[in-house]
């Protein structure tokens, strides 16, 4: 299957700084990317859709000056958590879909967990 | 609305023994995909099976099986003679065929003890 790697693993920041987060298609172009949130026990939340060239989509309830959601090229997209608080320590998710009816499977990456001191 | 509904929070077997995962969705669309996606402690997505809504086939796959049944609305998910190495958190997705987005039930977190 296609392989999708998400940059870092983990991280931990200072309440107020900014963290980045990549996730990268190796071995195909992707041109809708997720981006998802994961509390602790809890089911993966969608936060945006990323596309390629054009402004992500947010989901209701989703600040999109808080996550900025960046998809410069068919096999990157960032995810920059600003301002970062305690309450925005979570686990993210990105997924790629190569597009089309066809390609119905969704890759993941390996996650990025944040913790904010 | 669409939804995707993991009654189950947690389960908890010995090893060799069967295990089955519920799952039961909602939609009104006529044509969607089904997904189970294994999450295991380290945290990335295991893709484990994608079923088409007009293919009702049952599937197994080793000591996997899936049962979809449209009629019930449920495409739930068997282990047989479980092992340690199951234990791990199962998703069951939901994906329309005009979006790409996926709609994930709330989990069930599978315990296999030796």
């Known amino acids: 299957g296609a392989v999708v790697s998400q940059h870092p693993s983990w991280v931990i920041c200072k309440s107020g700084t900014s963290v980045k987060i990549e996730c990268r298609s190796l071995?195909?172009?992707?041109?809708?990317m997720f981006w998802y949130r994961q509390f602790p026990k809890q089911s993966l939340m969608l936060m945006a859709t990323s596309n390629e060239g054009s402004k992500a989509t947010y989901e209701q309830g989703v600040e999109k000056d808080k996550f900025l959601i960046n998809h410069a090229s068919l096999t990157l997209s960032t995810l920059t958590v600003t301002s970062a608080h305690p309450e925005d320590s979570s686990f993210y998710i990105c997924?790629?879909?190569?597009?089309?009816?066809?390609?119905?499977?969704?890759?993941f990456g390996q996650g990025t967990r944040l913790t904010v001191v | 609305a669409q939804k995707v509904t993991q009654a189950q929070t947690e389960i908890s077997v010995v090893e060799k023994e069967d295990v089955t995962l519920d799952c039961v969705y909602e939609?009104?669309?006529?044509?969607?995909?089904l997904f189970w996606y294994k999450q295991p402690p380290s945290g990335e997505l295991v893709f484990l099976i994608r079923r088409n809504s007009f293919d009702e086939q049952n599937e197994i796959s080793g000591r996997y099986s899936w049962n979809f049944q449209k009629s019930t609305s449920s495409f739930n998910f068997t282990i047989t003679a479980s092992q340690v190495v199951d234990s791990a958190v199962y998703f069951c997705?939901?994906?329309?065929?005009?979006?790409?987005?996926?709609?994930f039930g709330t989990g069930t977190r599978l315990q296999v003890f030796p």
């Open positions: 997924s790629a879909h190569m597009g089309g009816p066809m390609n119905t499977e969704a890759f």
């Open positions: 939609t009104r669309d006529t044509t969607y995909y």
């Open positions: 071995d195909f172009q992707a041109t809708t």
């Open positions: 997705a939901l994906r329309s065929y005009n979006t790409d987005k996926l709609i």
